[in-house]
C-alpha cells in the first residue's frame, strides 16, 4: 500500500499530465497523460450511463470525434462568436435569465409543473400564502391540534417555520397566477447572477462558458426548480456576495458594496447559518484583498467596501428581528428553533445531546419524530451518511459530465484566479459535514464558487496534448455537449424530488372538491404504521376562509369539537392508506383508524 505522500505525488503527476502548464511550459504529451486520462474516467464512465441513455451517449462521443475531425474550422467559429458575444457583459447578464425561463418552459411538456410533496414544500407554500394576504403570520388557530403538520408552527402563532426568503418569492408567483413562476423567476435571478460573479473573477468568455453549464445544470434540470424547496434565492445570494467581493477587491464602490449587503441579506433569510458561515469566509477574501492592495487608502476602503453593505444588513437585521417578533413573539427566538425545541428530539448539530423523550398528540408525529428521525440519526454509520452526503451534492452540481474537467482542478486550486474559492468550498464543506440533516440546497450559497472553479479547471484541461492531437479542448466540448443531452434525459439528477402516486391523487380531490359549490371539510384517517413522508393534512393561511380545509382523525380525541366548529361545511371522509385514494361521506359510526388490510 502506497503512503499518503505517494498518492499524493501521484495525483500531482495526473494533474500536471491532464491539465498541462499554462505559464509558457510545454503542456505534458503522449501515452502516459492517456493512460491516466483513462483511469481517472473509468469509473465516472459507469456512473454516467446511468444519468445519459447509453444509445444518446454513445451518438455523442461518435459525432464529438467525426466533428473534431472533420468540423474544426466550425467548431472554432462557434467558439470565436462565442466569445464576442461574450464581451457584452449586460448582454450576457439579462440574457442568462431569459434562458433559463425559456428553457425551463420549453421542457413542460417532458417535465411539467411540479406538485409539491414534501412537507418541506407544504410549510414554504403556506409561507407563501401567508404573504400573498399581506401578513407574516397567522393567528393560532382554535382546532390547532386537528391541522398539526410537519415544520408548520400552530402556536404562538400559525406559520411556517422556514426563513421568508423562499416564501417570497413563491407569493410573487402566487400573485401572479401560480407559486412554481416564483421558483422560476427565482432560479432565473440566480442564473444573472451568477453570469455577474463568473465575470468578476474570470475573463468574459470563461464566464459566459460557467454561466451556460450552471443554467444546464442546475437551472433546467435539478429539484431547485422542479419543487417548491428552493436553493436558487440562496445560490442568487452567495453570487451577489462573491461576485461583489471579486470586483471591491480591485475598485472599491459604493453599488458593488450594496450589492453585497443585498446577497448577504438573500443568505440570512433563505440558509441563515450556512449563509453566515459563507459571508464570514467572503469577508476575510476581501480583507486579505483590501489590505494587499496598496492602491487606495484605508478610509477610501472603509467607506467603499464595508459601510454600505454593513448598513443593508443593519437593515436586515430589524427586519428579521421584526419577523420573528410577529411569529413567535420574541425577536431573537427564530421559528425553526422554536419548532425544535417543541418537537425535535434529533439535534441540529452532530456535537449536540439527543432531547429527552417526547409525547405527540397524534400518532404520525410520534411516529416521524421517535421512529423514523432517530432511525435516520442512529442505524446509519456515519461514514456511509458523509458517503451519501459528498455523492449527492456532487450528483447535483456536477455529475459525471463535468467531473472531467475537475482533472484540471489540482492547477485551478492553486490558481491566483480561485483559490481563494477553493478556500471557501472548503470553509462551507467543513461545516456542512457536522449537521444532522443535509441537503445540497444547503450549501446553495456556494453555487457560483463551484462554477467559477470548474470553468478554471476546463481552462487548465484545455492544454493537454495528445501528439497533434489536442485532446484537452476536444474534452471540454464535450463536456458541453453532454450537459446539453443530459437535458433530454428527464430524471436523470440522483437528488430530484420523490416521485409518488398520492400527491396527485390529492390534488385530483382538492380540484373536485373547490369546483363544487359548498365549503368542504376533509378528514384524514390513518392507519398504524402510515408512510409519513405522504402527509394529506396541510391547508391554506386563512384555515376558516378556505374552500378545502384537510384535518386529522386522532385515535382517542373526539371530532364533536372539530365537526361543530365547522358545521357549515360538507364532511369527508379519506383513507390515507387505501389505494385508489377517494372521499366518501363521512358518519359518525365510521373508526377513527383506517383497518388494517
Known sequence: MRSGSDRFRGARVASLALAGRTNGVRPYTGLSGTILAFTAYTRANRIILRELNPFVLAIVCVGMVLASYFAEPQLNWIETKAGLLAQRKRLVVIGAAFASILGRLALLPWAPVPIASVHDEFSYLLASDT??????????????????????????????????AQGAVLALGQVLGHPWIGVLISTALMASAIAWALQGWLPARWALLGTVLAILRVDLMSYWVDSYWGGAVAAAGGALVIGAVARLAKRPTVGNSLLMGVGAALLANSRPV?????????????????????????REKWVSAFLPGTAVLLCTAMFMGYYNWRVTGSALLFPHVLYHREYWQIPIFLWQKVHAFRTYDNPQFTHFFTVWSPAEFFLRPWCRVMQTRVHNTWSFFLGPAYTVALLGLPRAAVDR??????????????????????????????????????????????????????????????????????????????????????????LLIEQRLLAAREKELVLVRYKTGHEVANEWVENRADIDHAKVVWARVIPGRDLKPLLDYFHDRQIWLLDADTAPFHIERYRPDLPSETPRP
Open 417 to 506: 484566479r480561485t483559490r481563494s474559492l477553493v478556500f471557501l468550498c472548503g470553509w462551507c464543506g467543513i461545516w456542512a459535514l457536522i449537521i444532522v440533516w443535509f441537503e445540497p440546497h444547503y450549501v446553495a450559497g456556494v453555487t457560483a464558487c463551484l462554477f467559477a472553479i470548474l470553468v478554471q479547471s476546463i481552462r487548465h484541461l484545455r492544454q493537454w496534448r495528445i501528439g497533434n492531437f489536442e485532446m484537452g479542448k476536444f474534452c471540454s466540448r464535450l463536456i458541453v455537449v453532454l450537459a446539453v443531452a443530459r437535458v433530454a434525459t428527464a430524471g436523470a439528477e440522483a437528488v430530484h424530488p420523490p416521485t409518488r402516486t398520492w400527491n396527485e391523487s390529492k
Open 131 to 164: 404573504f400573498a394576504h399581506g401578513r407574516l403570520a397567522n393567528p393560532s388557530h382554535p382546532m390547532w391540534v386537528f391541522f398539526d403538520t410537519f415544520h408548520v408552527l400552530q402556536h404562538p402563532t400559525y406559520a411556517s417555520i422556514y426563513p421568508p
Open 274 to 298: 450556512e449563509g453566515f458561515l459563507f459571508c464570514l469566509g467572503a469577508g476575510a477574501i476581501l480583507a486579505v484583498r483590501l489590505f494587499l492592495n496598496s492602491d487606495f487608502r484605508w
